[in-house]
């Protein structure tokens, strides 16, 4: 069992993306792709952006993604279809556990919840994002 508050075990790292720049900030920052970080859309992007989108973005990175759908598990579903590995819908439960279970059957999976994640700021996006990863790298 994990000690929540043993600090040697490192905290996991979860970055807004919204754009190609984002993406290419947090990868060419290399503790990032180290930690193995998970980039993540900005809340309910599934729904006004598409998983097409997502999927566009996301294709060339190494990182876990997750793609925000908001309450919509129409467009979690379709994102799952169209590839996408990891879906944040805060559905019904008898929608979510259909969700599960297609992610399940597809190497996915489905968070009902959004996790805390860095939003890069417009200026200074690479020193907050340095200072992001410190504080989760192991001592």
């Known amino acids: 069992m994990i000690d929540k508050h043993d600090h040697s075990v490192p905290h996991p790292a979860h970055i807004v993306i919204a ?37 566009a973005l996301t294709a060339d990175c190494p990182l876990p993604g997750l793609l925000d759908c908001g309450q919509a598990a129409g467009y979690a579903a379709a994102a799952l279809h169209a590839g996408v590995r990891g879906i944040i819908v805060a559905a019904p439960d008898p929608q979510h556990h259909a ?36 504080t989760r790298h192991v001592s």
């Open 19 to 55: 754009s190609a720049h984002d993406l290419a900030l947090v990868m060419a920052v290399p503790e990032a792709i180290r930690m193995g970080c998970t980039v993540v859309s900005p809340p309910g992007a599934g729904c006004f952006m598409g998983a097409a989108w997502w999927v």
């Open 99 to 134: 969700l599960a279970s297609l992610a399940q059957g597809m190497g996915a999976r489905v968070l009902r919840q959004r996790p805390r994640a860095l939003e890069l700021p417009v200026r200074g996006a690479r020193d907050v994002l340095d200072r992001y990863l410190r």
